[in-house]
């Protein structure tokens, strides 16, 4: 049993920056691989960023690449998402995610440990 809770969101004007902070409780962190991924109202949740369990690997979507960095603390047991030069397309409602491996995975459905989301809005 994973417990996972994120914080950080909140409304931001269009060209600034948010971090999002996803704290992980139950279980043991470090080996565990991380996921971001966001949802509007309609639509299927779709990812955003992944890190392997060791930190060294990372993913992004096309749409947040070069713009969102995605970093993980073992030792806090805390998953990060600094987002830089936000655009009104990114508001979202944003979840982190857990997985029983240290692969990440761009799936939603090879998830077993979802947190409740934090809401990110972006105005123009």
């Known amino acids: 049993q994973v417990q996972l809770v994120e914080s950080g969101g909140g409304l931001v004007q269009a060209g600034g920056s948010l971090r999002l902070s996803c704290a992980a409780s139950?279980?043991?962190?470090?080996?565990?691989?991380m996921g971001w991924f966001r949802q509007t109202p309609g639509k299927e949740r779709e990812f955003v960023a992944g890190?392997?369990?060791?930190?060294?690997?990372?993913k992004y979507a096309d749409s947040v690449k070069g713009r969102f960095t995605i970093s993980r603390d073992n030792a806090k047991n805390t998953v990060y998402l600094q987002m830089n030069s936000l655009k009104p397309e990114d508001t979202a409602v944003y979840y982190c995610?857990?997985?029983?491996?240290?692969?990440?995975?761009?799936?939603?459905?090879?998830?077993?440990?979802w947190g409740q989301g934090t809401q990110v809005t972006v105005s123009s």
């Open positions: 995610a857990t997985r029983d491996g240290s692969v990440y995975y761009t799936e939603t459905y090879k998830y077993n440990s």
């Open positions: 139950g279980r043991t962190f470090s080996g565990r691989a």
């Open positions: 890190i392997s369990g060791s930190g060294a690997n990372t």
